[in-house]
């Protein structure tokens, strides 16, 4: 399984961006697909997930301004950002789950200027 991010890059704080992970290979279909994030020094956080129903949750930081959704003929996941905060630059992580084992994306940095 490969994933390919995009859509990461440099934003002003209050803007808006929208990263999205693309899957392909073996697996046609994926069970939890989310994002993660991870700033210098620190472990990498939960951001947002969906299930392959379309139950979503998000970190209580995000809450109001982040949206998850996919698209599961297509094996893609987005992230809209709204009303970004000016904070260290995060790296963005694409995961996704399927039959228990869990892939991740390279990730794609969001620097987020005041």
């Known amino acids: 399984v490969q994933l390919v991010e995009s859509g990461g890059g440099l934003v002003q704080a209050g803007g808006s961006l929208r990263l999205s992970c693309a899957a392909s290979?073996?697996?046609?279909?994926?069970?939890?697909m989310g994002w993660y994030r991870q700033g210098p020094g620190k472990q990498r956080e939960l951001v947002a997930t969906i299930t392959g129903g379309g139950r979503t949750n998000y970190a209580d930081s995000v809450k109001g301004r982040f949206t998850i959704s996919r698209e599961n003929a297509k094996n893609t996941v987005s992230l809209q950002m709204n009303s970004l905060k000016p904070q260290a630059t995060f790296s963005y992580y694409c995961r996704v789950v399927a039959y228990r084992v869990s892939y991740w994306g390279r990730g794609t940095q969001v620097p987020v200027s005041s």
């Open positions: 290979g073996s697996i046609f279909s994926f069970n939890t």
